[in-house]
Structure formats: C-alpha cells, structure tokens
C-alpha cells in the first residue's frame, strides 16, 4: 500500500478520496491534508490543499503556480488581508494588460513566485511602446501539473508538481517544486528546480514575494536582517531610509517603499531575515541561502487597511527592476540546455518570546558586529 496521493490520477467520481495508507500513516504523525475545489466568482476552479500540522497549517494553490496563500498557527493568521479577496483563478488575471499590471488583479498571497521568464517591474518596447514584459512575470499564473502529495514513515509531508512556463518558438522553461513540512515544525520548507526545458541555452528569474499584514505587522513591527549594503529604490524610499526597518500603522494614501539589500551569510550561505510584532512575542522568519537568492528586498506598503496593510520580505536572484536593466547589469540567471538551478526556501512561525530572541541573536550572529553600508539615494546599478 501506498503513502502517496496522486490527485492527477484521482477518480472523476470520488475526486478527493485518499488512499487509506495515506491516511494511517499522516494520522500516526498528527498531520493531514485537505483537498478543496472552489465555486463562484473569480475564486470559481481554484483547488486548495490544505495540510494541517498540529497547531501549524498552510494551504497552497496548485491552481496557481503552487504558491502559498495563507499560513495559521492556532488563531493566528500568517498572511495579509488584500482587497483583492482571492485567490483568482488565473482566467481572471489579465496579464497582456497594456498596462503591464494586470498581474495585481490576482495579488492575495502569503508566497507568491515571480518569474520565469522576468520578474521585476513591467517593460515596455521602446520603439511601439508595446508591453514586452508584464509586472512579476507568468509562473503564479500557470497551474501545476503532475501533483502528489506523499507523507514518509518519518512524519515528514511533502507536496510535489511541476509547473511549466512555455509558448512555442519562444520560451520553455519548468519548476519542478517541492512543499515539505515534518511533523511539529511550525513552518514548511519549498525546494524549486528550474529547469531550462529546451535544447537551447535559456535566461530565468525568481524573486519569492513573501507578503505579511496584521497581526505581525502593525504599529511599532520591525524587520531584522544581517544587512550589509542597504539601498533605497526610489527617491519616495530614499525620504524613509532612516526608518527602514520599523513600521507605521496604516496611514490612508501611504506611497510604498522599497529596499534593496545584499545580506550577510554563514559559511555555508545560508542567512535568514525575520519579521517581528511590536511586542517582539510573535514573528515569522524566512531562510534562504545566498548563493542560490544572492538579493533581497523589503516592500513596505503600509497604507489604510482597505488598500491593502502589507510588507513582503522578498529574496530573489535579482533585484525587481525591468528586465533588460537587470540583464545588462548581469543578475539574470543563464541556463544551458537541460541545465536546473536550485532554490530553497524555508518560513517559520515563532510563537513566543524566546523563538523570537533566538531568531534575532542567530541573525546578529552572521554580522558580527559590523554596520551596513547605507546609500541614501537609489544607485544607479541597483535601481532603474
């Protein structure tokens, strides 16, 4: 008997049935997974699947690019509360918009990946002014294929697919990507593999936009990260750099800012980033390794609660400007025929006090001390 559950292989008649093997062996761990069609509106054809961990769960949206929407330890919400009040179905998300945003129409998520082909900020050619590029790319656009979801005699629960960014003649590239969680860990690990598809040499991009709102965030919240070279990405940014770090509670027509940063590591690259509430009692930290998401980028959107209350703790392999821009300056990533270049990713919740304190003093660690270096002003290889 089998701890797999092939949900690309399910009976059209009993779709969400599990095999009972599955099933017994979740159950000794304390985990379980739901799988859930949704009806009505722009939500109409999106699947969920939900694994539940203990007092830890997330849920994750084969339907759109494998991204995660929402993540809860107890009543605890790890997400952010966006107008938008998906997940969208990607039918409804018009990402040839002239205006190159179309992208924001289904924009709700805890984890949402931006790539492949780009990721940054829309691009336009210069001669017809024609769209060449849309905001954020295609990939959380495109549904995945093949999914399973396994659960080893360990307690681990893993959740793989594929998810395949292709147009004939032009561009076929895939990410093969895996969800991991073991048993009692508030949190998951993500390993993706982009794979160059063709038997050309190839380009791709990825930034993870990771999005929280309240109740981490809120007045007096703080980023903490090992910075070493910190840059504001406009001028809008380069008034709040002095505060870069701290938040605001909602302000009604707050313009956002962005950060750039590159970050120190251990000896291994690995380095995380944490957001924290006020309190410094609860937070969530995203781990990453700088060899694979060399950039990193904060996004403080602290506008009314209606807009949007949001910041997004963001590593990627560039910085999200026009994609042109980045490849002149050499942060595109270059694949050759058949070649994969591998990413991984972890988010974990901490619950009280002394996660967090412990969280903050591994990350003090990895600079040792030193002070970042701080433009004041966007720098011209950094920001278009």
């Known amino acids: 008997m089998s701890n797999r559950w092939i949900l690309s292989e399910y009976d059209v008649e009993s779709p969400f049935q599990q095999p009972a093997q599955f099933l017994k062996t979740a159950k000794e761990h ?15 054809g999106v699947e969920l699947l939900t694994v539940q961990n203990g007092d830890f769960s997330f849920t994750t949206i084969p339907t759109r690019g494998m991204g995660v929407h929402q993540a809860k330890y107890g009543d605890t919400r790890i997400g952010w509360n966006s107008p938008i009040e998906g997940p969208v179905h990607p039918q409804f998300v018009p990402l040839s918009d002239p205006s190159g945003l179309g992208w924001l129409d289904g924009m709700d998520e805890l984890i949402v990946r931006c790539g492949l082909e780009s990721n940054g900020a ?21 549904p995945t294929e093949d999914v399973v979801v396994e659960v080893s005699d360990a307690g681990e629960m893993c959740i793989t697919g594929e998810v395949r960014e292709s147009r004939f003649l032009c561009y076929n590239v895939a990410l093969k990507t895996e969800i991991r969680t073991k048993a009692g860990e508030n949190g998951f690990r993500i390993r993706d593999q982009i794979v160059n598809r063709s038997a050309q040499p190839s380009t791709a991009q990825m930034l993870y936009h990771i999005n929280m709102g309240a109740p981490i965030l809120g007045e007096g919240a703080s980023v ?15 008034a ?25 590591a251990d000896e291994a690259g690995q380095t995380c980033a944490l957001l924290k509430n006020a309190a410094g009692d609860q937070g969530v930290s995203v781990h990453f ?23 997004g703790l963001e590593p990627a392999t560039n910085f999200p400007n026009p994609r042109s821009f980045e490849e002149t300056h050499g942060r595109v ?14 988010l974990q919740f901490h619950p009280d006090a002394v996660s967090v304190a412990a969280i903050e003093e591994k990350i003090a660690g990895l600079t040792k001390g030193t002070e970042a270096k701080v433009h004041t002003s966007p720098q011209a290889n950094w920001c278009s």
């Open 30 to 44: 304390g985990l379980s997974v739901t799988h859930t069609r949704m009806f009505g509106g722009r939500r109409d």
């Open 289 to 311: 390794n700088i060899q694979q998401l060399p950039y990193f980028i904060v996004w403080k959107n602290t506008a009314a609660e209606a807009d949007g209350y949001v910041t």
């Open 224 to 238: 903490v990260c090992p910075a070493t070279e910190i840059c504001p990405r406009t001028d809008v940014a380069a």
């Open 122 to 142: 829309p691009e336009f050619d210069a001669e017809s002014g024609r769209l060449k590029y849309g905001l954020h790319g295609r990939i959380a656009n495109q």
């Open 333 to 346: 990533l270059q694949l050759a025929p058949g070649q994969t270049y591998e990413i991984d990713l972890g």
């Open 240 to 264: 709040g750099i002095e505060n870069w770090s701290t938040y605001d509670a909602p302000t009604t027509g707050y313009q956002e800012q962005v950060f750039f940063f590159q970050l120190a």
